[in-house]
């Protein structure tokens, strides 16, 4: 019986572009211009041009460019320096469930420029790239780390996209995926929520995936179970691991749910600053000027278990100057900034020492801003995953008492939960009351499934992703923001889906996502060289080779 890498690799060995739906081709064509943004808004800061003197000093003869200078260098290097560039700042995108993109474009395009290939084997290997990623990512969803910390992703989908490029059969590439696992990253979140080294997170990784690859057609191996056993990666880096996350390769495709970041920082602040311009269009209408700093009273947002996690991660970190990383992870900081300047952009976090004048500044502001848990917005979260995914199938009764003994463990590692507070709880009982039925309905057929096969009257359904309608899955990471001015006048906004995440009108994010490219690369490529590269990635398919592409993604 194959193994789950064998199968993995069976399936991303023989994955045709023609396979791909056109739809997911689209995504991916997105996913290219927002990296490649990503990289240009990192490329000014300190930390990315330090990495990249770096890594330049260890290169070796290749064909990989290293944007937006057009260095050339092998693809180990390469992508070491253009993933330190695209984590810099949090302007990346993400999937159902990680942070894929890092590896998934600048892995692939590393390997396919240094091989001579076409546009479409490049995005052939995107895309396994992140099909496999993603279903990794949801396999450990259940466990110590989350997000970006699943830094052994980048491992995994590089191996992938080096050996589909290199053409190595079903065996060599279940070898190039089970070197990169042997000894796999476990990023730590001091090391994240602060530090530089947190713009290691995809660099390394994504290096070490494609060099295994090639290890592996040169006749490498490795373990082949080590997603198998219990003595293999499982246990290290989920409380609950599932494998059966790694169903449905070509039926069902985590790359439908493909999300792109349209501002700088983690995505569970983005829906804050959504809202933010909303309020300040309000404010405007009344006023006829902008929002000022000094018209704030009182700012609270409102939001997710998600973004309340991010917010305790991040105070956990010690207090240091004002840095992009720490406004990356904090809504009041990103917020402050945001109404300071009309927006957050990646031009306001560029500069270190202006930044920490600004913390000086903007600090009785972000003070005037408060973050809070609500309860309704959690549980819409919550039942729009039930919707679309088939959650039930993966827990049986024992699995929910087991995760239930480590709750406190969880709660901890992951920042605690917000206590209930007096007023909370009435609200609690009546989201429980209005959404209730629409929640239990899922629960009531998991307890009715449980009692079934306790009584052999019903026999286990087991969990396929082919089975969830990925194409139609909405991720409401929602934010309510509630503005008292100066005055005692106030006003409310709300944004459910952010603008660019999975949900969104498709039409709206492409042009959302092509503006986000314009502006990042414009200061680099000058205005006719952005739409010369936007024009070349909308025929990425059509290109025999990258060459005219990556020139035109560099200064010219």
Same mark, same amino acid.
């Given at each position: ?10 399936? =991303? ?6 396979? #791909? ?19 240009? !808004? ?25 944007? *937006? ?18 984590? !810099? ?10 942070? $894929? ?74 070898? =190039? ?12 979140? *001091?090391?994240?929520? /602060? ?6 997170? &995809? ?46 390769? /070509? ?52 939001? $997710?278990?998600?973004? #309340? ?8 970190? *010690? ?35 202006? @930044? ?35 959650? /039930? ?23 605690? @939960? ?10 609690? #009982? ?11 309905? %899922? ?18 359904? *087991?969990?396929? @992703? ?24 106030? @006003? ?9 995440? &999975? %949900?969104?009108?498709? =039409?709206?994010?492409? %042009? ?8 990042? !690369? ?10 010369? &590269? ?12 990258? /060459?005219?592409?990556? !020139? ?5």
């Amino acid at each position: 019986m194959p193994t789950t890498l064998q199968r993995l690799a069976e399936w =991303a060995a023989a994955l045709r572009f023609e396979d #791909i739906p056109p739809r997911v081709v689209a995504k991916a064509k997105l996913q290219f211009l927002s990296v490649l943004a990503a990289v240009y !808004a990192g490329h000014p800061t300190r930390a990315v041009r330090a990495i990249r003197e770096v890594a330049l000093s260890t290169r070796s003869h290749g064909r990989a460019t290293v944007f *937006p200078q057009h260095d050339a260098t092998s693809p180990t290097v390469a992508v070491v320096a253009n993933a330190a560039a695209s984590m !810099a700042l949090d302007f990346d995108d993400y999937l159902f469930l990680g942070h $894929t993109g890092h590896s998934a474009v600048l892995a692939a395009l590393a390997m396919a420029e240094e091989l001579g290939l076409s546009g479409r084997e490049l995005l052939t290997a995107q895309v396994a790239a992140n099909e496999i990623g993603g279903r990794m990512g949801a396999a450990v969803f259940v466990g110590p780390q989350n997000g970006q910390l699943w830094t052994h992703l980048h491992a995994l989908g590089a191996a992938c996209a080096g050996a589909r490029l290199l053409e190595l059969s079903a065996e060599q590439h279940a070898h =190039a995926l089970a070197l990169a696992l042997y000894q796999p990253p476990f990023a730590t979140w *001091p090391g994240f929520m /602060g530090p530089d080294s947190k713009l290691l997170s &995809a660099a390394m990784p994504a290096r070490d995936g494609l060099f295994a690859s090639r290890l592996a057609g040169w006749g490498i191996t490795g373990p082949l179970d080590v997603l198998d056993r219990p003595d293999g990666f499982a246990p290290h880096f989920a409380f609950r691991f599932l494998p059966q996350m790694f169903s449905g390769l /070509g039926q069902s495709w985590v790359s439908d749910t493909l999300s792109f970041k349209l501002h700088p920082g983690c995505a569970y602040l983005s829906a804050a600053l959504d809202a933010l311009a909303d309020l300040r269009a309000q404010f405007a209408e009344r006023h006829r000027r902008s929002l000022q700093p000094a018209d704030v009273e009182e700012l609270r947002v409102f939001c $997710t278990l998600l973004s #309340i996690g991010m917010e305790r991660l991040a105070t956990r970190s *010690p207090p240091e100057r004002l840095t992009a990383v720490r406004v990356n992870f904090s809504i009041p900081w990103s917020l402050a900034l945001a109404i300071r300047d009309g927006a957050l952009t990646p031009h306001a976090l560029h500069d270190e020492a202006e @930044l920490s004048r600004s913390e000086q500044e903007l600090r009785p502001l972000s003070e005037r801003i408060r973050v809070l848990h609500d309860w309704e917005l959690t549980a819409a979260l919550l039942e729009s995953l039930l919707e679309q995914l088939p959650l /039930g199938a993966l827990f049986s009764a024992r699995d929910l008492a087991g995760l239930l003994s480590r709750a406190r463990g969880l709660g901890r590692d992951l920042g605690g @939960l917000p206590a209930l507070r007096p007023g909370e709880v009435q609200r609690l #009982i009546r989201l429980l009351l209005r959404r209730g039925a629409r929640i239990a309905g %899922g629960a009531g057929r998991w307890l009715a499934k449980e009692l079934g096969q306790a009584f052999g009257a019903e026999a286990p359904h *087991p969990f396929d @992703l082919k089975d969830a309608d990925l194409a139609r899955l909405r991720l409401p990471l929602a934010a309510r923001l509630e503005l008292r001015l100066r005055g005692g006048l106030r @006003l409310t906004a709300q944004v459910d889906v952010p603008a660019g995440a &999975a %949900g969104r009108d498709e =039409a709206e994010t492409a %042009g959302q996502v092509r503006r986000k490219f314009r502006e990042q !690369a414009e200061p680099f490529l000058k205005a006719h060289g952005v739409e010369r &590269a936007l024009d070349l990635v909308d025929r990425l398919e059509q290109l025999p080779q990258l /060459g005219e592409l990556t !020139a035109a993604l560099c200064v010219p």
